[in-house]
């Protein structure tokens, strides 16, 4: 069956009309800041309280958008006697949005949670050689990452929780047991000894006398 002539544009001046009455929801950005998901891939927060700079963000980021400088700095010994120590101390982490593609690789093979996804989105420049934000500016972002979610309550307890929980109620019941009477020691029984007031039983003479 041909289609009637003109039923097209009757469908689409139909679909304006239906349009033209319901309410607007364009959101007036930037006065009205939109609602991201708690999951939304802004931009990167540092922690750098614990990074230990192992490198493994830089080696792993395909883009190779991660820099990292660091000196080494030695530690004197925790106990007399003991050895010196090194450790790493952090210099420069920054990261260059321009390169990153939001793979989220660097977050997720981050062994000591230094790195994590902010909602921040205003981070536009006028120069792109400006998008490379350095560790104070990731600093600043790690404090705009929502919490995380709660777990589930049907969830089940998590290993630690658990054996913690059996150890602390060990430790309550044991101390919560009276404790066993102590048997007081065995007293030594007196020895008999001969009453001089009766006369000997062995010795019947000197009784006598």
């Not at 980021?61 to 007399?80: F, L, M, N, Q, R």
Request: proline share 12%; aromatic share 8%.
């Amino acid at each position: 069956m041909a289609p009637i002539p003109g039923s097209g544009l009757a469908k689409g001046l139909a679909v304006t009309l239906r349009t033209m009455t319901k309410k607007t929801v364009t959101a007036q950005y930037p006065d009205a800041q939109p609602e991201l998901p708690p999951r939304t891939r802004g931009v990167i927060g540092l922690f750098e309280e614990n990074c230990t700079v192992c490198m493994l963000c830089a080696r792993e980021c395909p883009d190779w958008c991660i820099y990292i400088d660091s000196h080494k700095e030695t530690v004197p010994p925790a106990a007399p006697g003991g050895r010196e120590r090194s450790r790493n101390v952090l210099d420069r982490f920054a990261i260059d949005f321009a390169l990153c593609m939001y793979c989220g690789i660097c977050i997720e093979v981050c062994p000591f949670d230094a790195l994590f996804w902010s909602p921040e989105f205003e981070y536009a420049e006028t120069d792109i050689h400006e998008l490379t934000h350095e560790r104070d500016k990731l600093r600043e972002w790690m404090w705009t990452v929502p919490a995380p979610p709660a777990l589930d309550p049907a969830a089940e307890e998590p290993k630690e929780f658990s054996a913690a929980r059996k150890t602390a109620e060990k430790l309550a019941a044991a101390q919560a047991e009276p404790a066993s009477p102590a048997e007081p020691p065995a007293q030594a029984e007196p020895s008999a000894k001969p009453d001089s007031s009766k006369p000997d039983s062995a010795n019947p003479q000197e009784g006598e006398s």
